[in-house]
């Protein structure tokens, strides 16, 4: 090869180089400035962000009844499935509960339920908080509305209220306990397949859905849930007192559930009403304040930028990389 052709080929060498390095500063500087508006986005959503939480605040009827000192209905919803994790947790059903109560203007204290049930855990956690905070603010009265549905958990919390009020056509009660699981022996037959298990402990394995269900299994977690469904039943016993009377109706413990007029007749509720008409009637306040804990919006917001930056970042450092 001449010394002309190497030159050449130098020189075709030193262009695509060039043209490489232009391609990745490019590349560079665009993410660097999708980078630089994800930011500018996420400082003006926040600002917006506290922008409409002063809106809000100046246009929410109880946040002004706070400040001009009338006296309004403190609430805090029970909703959906109570569960360590979720909304209707004792996590942040408690802490909620306890700053409706310590309100010094509030007239009294409203329990909306509107839920299936969930964990006994979890629901004797917030009736024993309940019964606690009745007993330290004696003088502030507390009422709960059973919205759609307020069955199992979802009841057994609001036992720990004074009165119950609910819709006619309110689903109440299901003051019962159930485990489920299921069983894939035959499958496992049918197609050839064996479970090779070890445990150390007999009963290390009770819940395993692909062995033959025991009688004598079956028989310790019936036990174990008639244990659980004792706990429900003093609860709703103390909190009800002398308005339920078991002898009267067998089945009040038995899981069933009635509608609001047949709980009314069963001793489960008191009256009938929704949340406002419960505040302006009963706690005889025209203003109700939501003290449950709502989630930050601004702070999923910033968990989905911040997945989205992360993203970025990737992708920029995989550049410098590359």
């Not at 499935?81 to 909304?87: K, V």
């Not at 174990?224 to 103390?238: D, G, P, Q, R, Y």
Request: contains cysteine; aromatic residues 6%; hydrophobic residues 40%.
């Amino acid at each position: 090869m001449n010394d002309e052709n190497q030159q050449a080929i130098d020189a075709l060498k030193e262009v695509a180089l060039a043209g490489i390095k232009e391609q990745k500063s490019a590349r560079r500087w665009s993410i660097f400035f999708k980078l630089g508006f994800l930011a500018v986005g996420l400082i003006s959503l926040v600002m917006l962000g506290g922008l409409l939480g002063n809106v809000a605040q100046m246009a929410n009827p109880g946040l002004a009844a706070m400040a001009s000192g009338k006296g309004y209905a403190s609430m805090v919803s029970v909703s959906g499935t109570i569960l360590d994790g979720e909304s209707a947790s004792a996590n942040n059903l408690i802490p909620a509960l306890r700053k409706a109560f310590e309100d010094k203007e509030s007239k009294g204290v409203i329990i909306r339920c509107n839920s299936p049930g969930g964990s006994p855990v979890q629901s004797n956690q917030v009736f024993q908080e309940i019964m606690r905070l009745r007993d330290l603010y004696p003088e502030k009265p507390v009422v709960a509305v059973a919205e759609d549905v307020c069955a199992s958990g979802g009841y057994y919390i609001i036992a720990a209220a004074q009165d119950i009020y609910t819709d006619k056509s309110s689903l109440v009660g299901s003051i019962g306990v159930r485990m489920d699981s299921f069983g894939f022996v035959e499958i496992m037959n049918k197609l050839g397949v064996e479970s090779r298990q070890i445990t150390a402990g007999k009963n290390k394995a009770l819940l395993d859905p692909f062995k033959p269900q025991q009688p004598e299994d079956v028989a310790y977690l019936e036990k174990l849930l008639e244990n659980t469904h004792s706990h429900f039943i003093e609860a709703v016993k103390t909190g009800r007192g002398d308005r339920i009377d078991e002898t009267a109706n067998p089945d009040l413990f038995t899981g069933l559930f009635w509608s609001g007029d047949q709980a009314k007749d069963l001793g489960l509720v008191d009256g009938f009403g929704s949340v406002r008409s419960v505040a302006r009637d009963v706690l005889k306040a025209e203003t109700i304040v939501d003290f449950t804990q709502q989630a930050d919006i601004l702070e999923r917001v910033s968990k989905r930028l911040g997945t989205s930056l992360r993203s970025r970042m990737n992708e920029l450092e995989n550049s410098f990389l590359r």
